[in-house]
């Protein structure tokens, strides 16, 4: 199972961007769909971005053509590209790894639009 890993968090003005990063550890990396969610005190922990192990993506409607979700298997590294950023993107954004039954979490980073 993977170890997770995610960075890149951060105050940003409104219209601004930011790349968080999600660093893997274990093996069989290249097999694992990986994700990005987010979540608000309050409220469910949403899927933002989806890479499947062969390189597709899926976004949910509120971040299509804003973010970008990539891989890098050789560094075991997952990347979301944060453009044109809202107040209402503010949340903690979480890395998650999954294969089969295996569904791994990383700590959480902090996206914070505002200005």
């Known amino acids: 199972q993977v170890q997770l890993v995610e960075s890149g968090g951060g105050l940003v003005q409104p219209g601004g961007s930011l790349r968080l990063s999600c660093a893997a550890s274990?093996?069989?990396?290249?097999?694992?769909?990986m994700r990005w969610y987010c979540q608000v005190p309050g409220k469910q922990r949403d899927l933002v971005a989806a890479?499947?192990?062969?390189?597709?993506?899926n976004y949910a409607n509120s971040v299509k053509g804003r973010f970008a979700i990539s891989r890098d298997n050789a560094k075991k590294m997952v990347y979301l590209q944060m453009n044109s950023l809202k107040p209402e993107d503010t949340a903690v954004y979480y890395c998650?790894?999954?294969?089969?039954?295996?569904?791994?979490w990383g700590q959480g980073t902090q996206v914070t639009v505002s200005s």
């Open positions: 998650n790894a999954v294969l089969g039954a295996q569904n791994s």
């Open positions: 274990g093996s069989a990396f290249g097999l694992y769909a």
């Open positions: 890479i499947s192990s062969g390189g597709t993506t």
